[in-house]
């Protein structure tokens, strides 16, 4: 810094002597007179004489020249520091991305035969053009069918390229990708390989060449499944079939609906599936399991036609709340997460007071009852159980709780206070349950919506989860093929009739000039340009010294 | 070396300051350009006293009765009118070149380049012969073409270019006057452009020269340039080094030029100058002395020589004799 400082003073007050020196020098002029032969003899040019004159270096080419030199020394001080972005010669690579998902099987010629053409083209354009290209097949095909085994999204793709774009072999300027998807408004590159092939490929992929071929086909697919559990007021389970159609209506649709057991279903109501674009159908269900749902069409794409779909339960589980709970605050939180039903339902989580080990037996969550006294509030919490997640355990220990003398049998402790009484146990298995204390202020008095109280609040839905976890999730749904295998990421394949957009113009496709990230610092172009000005200036003052100037 | 910058007139400028001339004398018109000779032709021109060689046939006995001196006769004298040819002669020397290289001063060859080029814009309009010498290289091999019309501007290209390229010769240049002057016409008019820095026997020969240029009917004008004014600035205004002029030698260094030594230089400029003057003052001559703006410049100069060009036609008496 302070050299810098230094530097700086010097070339300032160089560049003041300069000026200074200038402008009072004294030009002497080398003139012919005629009249040379009359003149007697001169007197000597004194300095005094020399006068101020703001016009002589303003007149001196020389005076110039050592100003730009002191001018560029401050520039080189001033702009230290200060990059330039570098600035390669015209590079032309084109990575070209052939979209190999299943919806390209579909035409006559397929589509992922117009596809390959199209690449054909584009590197043939590329290599006339002397520049470099590669063919890469999103996603990766296996050798047997031709094409992916999953179907692949937009932003999937950018996942298989993320591989392409570390291919060190050639400079990638451009990207195209040929799909029978239309371009998407946003296409973003997958951060998976790597920051830095992210940040080259952003690059690319903000504006990608898109080419799409193939004509629209139309295609009817089951896109999904809806599923009502049994009500409380006796109303059955329903499973709802969306089917969506894209493209002209096709008239030869069915749908087949097994059960767990094999049987067919029948729907609730008779469905006209030949009208309109999006259709459902209800069917009645009682019994949880794997059902399969097939549609039948005459159109080429069928992966889309089959569908998986497992029940785990019909019903959510309802609360049964013992009588002593079964009025005042608790009640009504239970009756707003669960139907409340009576103790008599197997399937019901209890509710209820702790009174001794016996009453222990069914899935339940269990409250002890009081408020310890003279109790050390310091307590030990297992940090990983469930139960304590989100529960701020400062605030538990606040509480106070009162403490069972003893675990009880099956129960492992979750929290516990320092003299050894447990404060929060669970118990895994078949019959889950949890033992935990009641609020404070007694079950009746509590007043739930206190702010106080969150703390009980969080470790009492805690522990209403923990009692439902062994639930399987109502309605698991996923595409499969004909033996039951597992398909992915078919929603972007099920509209193989989305209209053809129009496509770049191959001879658009030219080499660019890319400005590199690399950045190269400005000062030794201003002392290369200080090297030139020196070498002018000396040029020019050996040539004025040998000449008019004194 | 500069090349020579174009004349500061336009040719309708030119055009605009002879008729300026013609309106200047009472004998305008028709005729302006016609030199009379004695001759034989039945053109009365006037009386005059009989002097010994006078052809007798000529005396006029009634006017000579009607006269009333006895001892004394009256002859008629004849003449004849022919349109007179120019002669323009450019010194060439070293004094004329002095500044040539300085492109932001005219030198007074160039001035007097320019003069030679308006001379011959006029005489192309008026019909008259011109023709263009330098004093170095009239010598008793060499005869002046005289040209008119379309070929003066060839010929002033050709005369300019020669001049304007050639160096100075070293030392005193003479003036090889020859036969060619005295076999200059009777109504010619010839026009020397010069300094008057010429010492010695150039200065000599060219008074001879602008003798023999102005014998019996034929008429000489000198044109002085007089670059004293604008070399005076400079010395007054600049530190200077002089560089050798002719003779005169090289003085290297830094001088400022004080008013004493101005005033001396003057004298002698001016000492010289009356001499000329004193020995070209004689019928025939006309002097006219053109004086160079008091500060240097192209610019000041061609606004000054648009001024003095006028007065120079008017004095040279080509439109006309003054009285």
Known sequence: ?550 | MISLRPNPFDPATLDDICVKARKAFATSGSGAFLRRKLGQSLEYREHRSYVFGDDVRHIDWRASLRHGRPDEFLVRSFEAEEQFQLLVIVDGSATMRAGMEDPHRVSKLEAALWICEALGHIAGNEAIGIGFASLGELSSRDRVSFVQGGQIGEAFAHFSQGLWSSKAPKGREEVSIGAELSRLKQSSVTIFITDFYRTNTAQAALEEAVQLASRGYRQAVVCELNSWPTERAILRDDIVSLGAVGAAAERSGAFQASGPDLTAAEDAIQAQRDGYAQALNRGGVVHFAWDFPDRPGFDAMAEGFRLRFHDFLLASELFGRVG
């Open chain 1, 1 to 550: 810094m302070l050299l810098g400082l230094l530097a700086f003073a010097t070339v300032g007050l160089f560049l003041v002597v300069l000026l200074v020196k200038y402008m009072r020098r004294s030009k002497v002029r080398h003139v012919e007179i005629s009249a040379l032969q009359f003149l007697p003899e001169l007197s000597e040019a004194r300095q005094s004489r020399v006068r101020w004159q703001v016009s002589t270096p303003l007149r001196s080419p020389l005076f110039w020249l050592r100003f730009l030199i002191l001018l560029t020394l401050l520039a080189i001080l001033l702009l230290d520091g200060v990059l330039v972005p570098t600035k390669n010669a015209p590079a032309f690579g084109v990575l070209v991305a052939v979209d190999h998902s299943p919806s390209m099987a579909v035409g006559r010629p397929t589509r992922l035969q117009l596809a390959n053409e199209m690449a054909d083209k584009i590197v043939q354009h590329v290599t006339a053009q002397g520049g470099c290209s590669r063919v890469v097949a999103v996603p990766h095909t296996t050798p047997s069918n031709g094409v992916g085994d999953a179907g692949v999204s937009p932003i999937a793709m950018m996942h298989a390229l993320s591989a392409a774009l570390e291919d060190g072999s050639c400079h990638w300027t451009h990207l195209a990708v040929v799909s029978d998807l239309p371009k998407p408004p946003f296409f973003a590159l997958s951060d998976a390989r790597g920051q830095e092939v992210v940040a080259e490929g952003e690059a690319l992929a903000a504006d990608p060449l898109w080419f799409q071929v193939g004509e629209p086909e139309a295609n009817s697919a089951l896109t999904g499944a809806d599923f009502k559990a049994a009500g409380l007021g006796g109303d059955g389970a329903r499973l709802s079939l969306n089917i969506a159609r894209f493209g002209d209506a096709n008239s030869d649709l069915s749908l087949v609906v097994t059960g767990p057991k094999g049987q067919i279903l029948s729907p609730d109501a008779p469905v006209d599936l030949g009208k309109g674009q999006e259709a459902s159908v209800s069917y009645a269900v009682s019994e949880p399991g794997t059902y399969q749902a097939e549609l039948e069409e005459t159109g080429e794409f069928a992966l889309d036609n089959r569908l998986a779909l497992s029940i785990g339960a019909m019903s959510v589980l309802p609360i049964a709340l013992d009588s002593d709970v079964s009025a005042g605050p608790l009640a009504n939180l239970a009756r707003q997460m669960a139907p409340v039903v009576g103790a008599e339902r197997d399937d019901a989580v209890r509710i209820g007071l702790y009174s001794d080990q016996d009453g222990l037996g069914e899935r339940g969550i269990y409250l002890v009852r009081g408020e310890a006294q003279g109790v050390n509030a310091l307590g030990y919490f297992q940090k990983d159980s469930p139960l304590l997640e989100a529960v701020d355990l400062d605030l538990l220990e606040a509480l106070k709780p009162r403490g069972l003398e003893r675990l009880p049998e099956g129960f492992r402790s979750v929290a516990a206070g320092a003299d050894g009484k447990v404060w929060i146990a669970v118990r895994a298995g078949a019959h889950p349950a949890v033992l935990m204390p009641e609020p404070a202020g007694g079950l009746v008095n509590a007043n739930l919506a206190d702010a106080q109280h969150l703390t009980w609040l969080v470790a009492f839905i805690n522990a209403y989860r923990f009692v439902n976890q062994d639930r399987q999730p109502l309605l698991d749904v996923s595409h499969v093929d004909a033996s039951g295998a597992r398909l992915e990421n078919l929603a972007y394949e099920s509209d193989t009739a989305k209209p053809l957009g129009s496509n770049p113009e191959l001879d658009d496709i030219q080499p660019v000039s890319m400005i590199g990230e690399a950045q190269s610092p400005l000062w030794p172009w201003l002392a290369l340009v200080a090297i030139i000005l020196l070498v002018a200036e000396r040029f020019v003052a050996l040539r004025l010294s040998g000449g008019r100037t004194a």
